[in-house]
């Protein structure tokens, strides 16, 4: 679903691990499917660390833990290293997250997240590790990201940082599209482009 970023503000679901590769976040044996189901990917998000080898359910894992929730992931550095699989964006997506935060995101991954509604915030590394440790300390830390002015904000402790995003994909961001939507918005003046330069 193709929902609109503005602001958004809520608490957090704190992953303090580092290089946290595609294959965790979904594993393979779940590509098989080639359309984009993302109730299926969703429920299927660090699918290995939520379950243990038995089937039973890891109540140690932070995604079972009743004490944190929120659409906001906050995960460690390098997060979605690995193989470019877009399937990851789409269970991250799928479970609900709108926006991760890291301090270092792998380029295809981060793509796939923004080409997904999926907003990746880049933060330094101590703004990252301030925000853990308040989300630790109060589950009930929230973080408020404001796509508009492109800044960040720890409401526990009222820091703020200022984050990156492209022209372009800001603008999908905000107005709700998608490449192609993009393009049909834009469907005369492309129109009228080839007919002058023909």
Known sequence: MKQKF?????????????????????????LKATT????????????????????????????????????ILVAGKNFG???????????I????????????????HKNNELNNFVLPVT?????LSELFHCIQKDPKTEVEVNL???IITN????RKESFAISGYKKHCLMNGLDDIDYLIQNKRMIEEWEQNNR
């Open 6 to 30: 503005n602001i958004i503000t809520s608490t957090c679901v704190p992953l303090p691990l580092e290089n946290i590769d595609t294959d965790q976040i979904i594993p393979a044996r779940y």
């Open 81 to 91: 290293c690995g193989s470019s699989r877009e399937h990851a964006a789409w269970a």
């Open 36 to 71: 984009r189901e993302e109730r299926f990917f969703g429920e299927n998000l660090f699918r290995d660390w939520c379950y243990n080898a038995d089937g039973t359910l890891n109540k140690e894992f932070v995604l079972n833990d009743s004490r944190y929730s929120g659409c």
């Open 155 to 158: 409401k526990n402790t009222g």
């Open 93 to 108: 997506a799928g479970y609900g997250f709108r926006v991760v935060v890291s301090s270092f995101f792998a380029d295809i």
């Open 123 to 127: 933060v330094s590394e101590e703004f």
């Open 148 to 150: 508009p002015e492109q």
